[in-house]
């Protein structure tokens, strides 16, 4: 049975243009233009669907199953990612306070490490880390439907309850829950997958119908919160994200190189994009330069795919893809 399946390599493409849309976006968000909204609403995915990617092809490598025991097989895994955070976590804590100037300890640093506070994005590498290692007991819950059932139903009482009740009941750990729904999402999706494929065939234009309402839900409950509502660990956007993957189980989209290319290299892309955006944008402000949003979010973008495209063309070979990709 192949393991690959190349509508996800699409959409791992999708999520990684989409995180550069969602920070490059960001600082226009008082602008109060609504196209700026509405993109950077649409892209909200990105997080959740990473997740949810990520889930499935742990489950999809039969990690549990394989010849290595659990703990040689996550090592193994972890092996691949942290020499890469740990290099650009060093180089974002230079950029962010040693260079200007900041204090930050040998013991703070470490801290950050941790929890992936160098930078603004980085929480997700030690997040998928503790996923990782919660993979056996999501795996069991996955097989067991009153089980999942339950985790579900968990799931939809924290956002029943944060809108009828006004409140949360564990509300300080809600979006760690959100993120281990989508994670979990994508193990349940990976079990007899060419089955529940060919079952979701029979809805795919329903599937679309509703990927799309989702999206209107999303961007006018932003809208009316007059753009204070914008996190990713909102009910509206794991229900969005979930149609986008179910939808690209179904659909192929244009433009396959490019969406692979960007794909190919989503981790690095990830971990190294907020340190030319930082660039950019000081540059920007530097020289004083007063651009429309569109101009301003095609000249930056523009700059930071340049960016991008070459550091790639350096850093994708050894010694250097070992350390920073």
């Known amino acids: 049975m192949t393991k690959r399946f190349i509508p996800f390599d699409l959409l791992r493409g999708l999520a990684t243009i989409a995180v550069l849309l969602i920070h490059l976006t960001a600082p226009l968000l008082g602008e109060n233009k609504l196209w700026i909204l509405a993109l950077n609403q649409a892209t909200r995915f990105a997080v959740a669907v990473f997740l949810m990617l990520s889930g499935w092809g742990l489950d999809r490598t039969d990690a549990l199953d394989s010849q290595l025991d659990y703990p040689a097989f996550l090592k193994d895994r972890l092996i691949k990612i942290i020499p890469a955070y740990l290099c650009w976590s060093l180089i974002y804590a230079w950029a962010n306070f040693w260079l200007v100037g900041e204090e930050l300890s040998l013991l703070t640093f470490l801290q950050f490490l941790l929890l992936g506070k160098t930078s603004y994005h980085l929480y997700f590498v030690p997040l998928i880390v503790g996923l990782y290692i919660f993979y056996p007991l999501l795996s069991k819950i996955a097989d067991n439907k009153y089980l999942a059932i339950a985790f579900v139903g ?17 509300d300080k750990v809600q979006d760690y829950y959100s993120y281990a729904f989508c994670f979990f999402f994508g193990i349940w999706l990976s079990r007899d997958f060419q089955a529940k494929l060919k079952s979701f065939q029979v809805y795919r234009y329903g599937i679309l119908i509703y990927t799309v309402i989702m999206l209107g839900l999303l961007i006018e409950e932003s809208y009316l919160s007059g753009g204070a509502v914008i996190a990713n660990t ?41 340190l030319f955006l930082k660039l950019l944008e000081g540059t920007v402000e530097k020289m004083a330069l007063s651009m429309p949003p569109l101009i301003y979010v095609n000249v930056v973008g523009s700059g930071l795919l340049i960016c991008l495209y070459l550091l790639i063309k350096v850093v994708d070979r050894e010694p250097f893809k070992r350390w920073l990709s």
């Open 154 to 170: 968990l799931f939809i009482f924290q956002d029943v309850s944060d809108h009828l009740l006004g409140y949360i009941p564990y």
């Open 234 to 274: 909102r009910p509206l956007v794991t229900f969005y994200s979930i149609g986008l993957v179910l939808t690209f189980m179904l659909y192929r989209l244009p433009f396959e190189k490019l969406f692979l290319w960007f794909s190919r290299y989503s981790f690095l892309i990830y971990l190294s994009h907020v």
